[in-house]
Every structure is written in structure tokens, then in C-alpha cells.
């Protein structure tokens, strides 16, 4: 083997496959098998090679990037983003490290004209989008991109006849997890707190998932136990407070996510309710902040990682030319002192 720079075709004499073969591990083509990819990825490393992405890109008649849109979302801070995407982040800037593509991330209002063509601006080869708001706006815009044939894939509820290609959890089984949970803890008045409605259809999945626990439970799914309210924490105390204002017996809420779930606490705690005694709590995403919320928070974690992996993926895989699907991606209770 020669002694100078490596290059791939080193690499693949010594892992017994063809150049090619190594071209696409080395860029995350999930045609390459996941031990296969290993093994080429290891040699390259021991060889200290290194990817001429320049090259590369000019072959294709790419950029080598990907742009991450984040939509201004309320937060517990001043970054405007939903907390969940930012766990999302750093596996999405991971994975595209690893496969060879540079992050491009912008922040975006959703009233602003974000459905610009990156691909013939040249900022970028393909589109991640995390974050909408209103879907019944929202969904205007994926038409857009789709007519303009642009490369993009986006997190959100997976459903058919949607616009391009959708990452997401299964909330419907997310929402059966939390109110199944709750029922098992001896639980039959269980409140939701989320916009079930189809402006909002992640929290509308998991409405689905939580009605049909009850049923299957032989409990009434009561009108009057449902408060409509967006994901975030003041909105999460202001829909706490409307429901105990209702007089409506309840003996557990389960919220549509944890900044929702962290609020209701709140106001639970300021009306004298004690958590779980009086009230069992269960949220929806696993934030960092849940586990240190007073009292720890009950959730349904989704797995933002292996997310954050699939959605680089796929979109690599949209850009290459081959056909892909959504993907749903399974939740987790994850049990702490709330319930």
C-alpha cells in the first residue's frame, strides 16, 4: 500500500470492498451496511484519512451542506427555540460531521418568507425543519417547497398524504403510554392539557392516544377534562388554573409536553394540591428540565438523538436520489415522583 497520503482506494483494499463502496460509507449512504460502515470508518481513522469534501462536492455539483431551519418557538429562555429541538441539535450536528456535510442553522419567524430555495441560492444542498407552529399556515409552505422540488425533511406527526418527508414519534402511542400509566396508578378523572385540534397534530396524536386508553379502560373521555393550550410553561399554569376554575373533579393530568406539564404544576401547587397525592402529573418529550422539576416529572421521552441521526440520514439519502419514507420513532415512559 503506498506510503503516501491515503486515499480511498487504500481504504478499501484493506476492508476487502470496492471504492465505491467506500465513497458512500464514508458519506452515510444507508446502502452500505451498518457493519460495513464501521469497518470502513475505523481503517479510515487508523489512516488518518480525511475526506476532500471540495472534491466531492464538485463532482456532484454540491455544496456539502445542509441547512437546519429552527421556527421562534416560546422558551424558558431567550433563544426562542423549543428546548426539545436544542437536545435535537447537537446530534444533528454530530451526524452531519461524521457524514461529511456541513450545518448551516438559522432561526426563523414563521410569518418571514423561510420557504425560500436554498438549493438555487446555493446555501444549501437540502432543508432539516424543526419546529411550526400552526400546521393549518405551516402546510402552505411544505406545498411551496415541494412544487419548487426541494430537498428537505422535517420533524413532526407522521401521517399519509403529508408534504415531502416526515421524521417523528409515534404519539399515539406516546399518549396511550402516559394515560395507561395512569390508569394503572389507580387514576380514572385524567385531565389533558394540549390543543387536540388539527392546527396542532403531534399533540392531536397523542389526544388520540390518551382517549383511546380510556376507552379501552371502560372510562368516559369527558369533555370537560380537555383545556386547550400551546407548549409552553406560563400557558401550562394558565391551563391549570382554567381546569381547577371548571369544578371539575380530576385526579391526574397529562400534558401534551413538559413545559405544559412543569406549568400545571405550578398552579396545582399554588391551589394547595399536592403532587401525586391529589394530582398525578405526566409530560411529553423528557426535557433536561423534567427530571429536575419539583417534584421530578413523569414523561414519555423521545429519543432525540437517534432523531437528530435519522433526519441527517434521510435527507442524505433524498439528496443521493433514492426513494424515502417517514419514519416513526417509538416513545418511552419514563416514570419519576409526579405520578
Known sequence: MSQEKPTSFDIAELAGVSQPTVSRA??????????????????????????????????????????????????????????????????????????????????????ANWHVDYEDS?????????????????????DQLVAQKTHFVRWGSVRPGQPGT????????????????????????IAFLGDGSEHYPEFADRYRGYAGALRTAGLAVDPGLQVDVVAFEDAGEDAARRLIGRGVPFDAI???????????????????????RDVAVVGFDN???????????????????????????????QLAGRTVTGETLPPRLVIRASS
Open 254 to 276: 397529562f400534558a401534551a409536553s413538559d413545559l405544559i406539564a412543569i406549568g400545571a404544576m405550578r398552579a396545582l401547587t399554588d391551589a394547595g394540591l399536592s403532587i401525586p
Open 26 to 111: 464514508l458519506r452515510g449512504d444507508r446502502t452500505v451496511s451498518e457493519a460495513t460502515r464501521i469497518r470502513i470508518e475505523a481503517i479510515a481513522r487508523q489512516l488518518n484519512y480525511k475526506v476532500d469534501k471540495n472534491a466531492s462536492s464538485l463532482r456532484r455539483g454540491m455544496t456539502n451542506t445542509l441547512a437546519l431551519l429552527f421556527f421562534e418557538d416560546p422558551a424558558l429562555d431567550d433563544s426562542l427555540i423549543n428546548p426539545f429541538f436544542l437536545s435535537m441539535l447537537g446530534s444533528i450536528t454530530r451526524t452531519c460531521a461524521k457524514r461529511g456535510f456541513d450545518l448551516l442553522v438559522s432561526i426563523q419567524q414563521l410569518s
Open 166 to 189: 416526515t421524521i417523528g414519534c409515534d404519539n399515539v402511542e406516546g399518549g396511550r403510554l402516559a394515560a395507561q400509566h395512569l390508569i394503572d396508578r389507580g387514576r380514572r378523572r
Open 122 to 142: 446555493r446555501k444549501a444542498d437540502g432543508i432539516i425543519l424543526l419546529g411550526y407552529g400552526d400546521y393549518s399556515a405551516y402546510r402552505v409552505r411544505l
Open 287 to 317: 426535557l433536561p428540565a423534567a427530571a429536575s422539576a419539583s417534584p421530578p416529572l413523569t414523561t414519555i421521552a423521545q429519543d432525540y438523538g437517534h432523531a437528530g441521526e435519522v433526519l441527517v440520514d434521510t435527507l442524505i439519502a
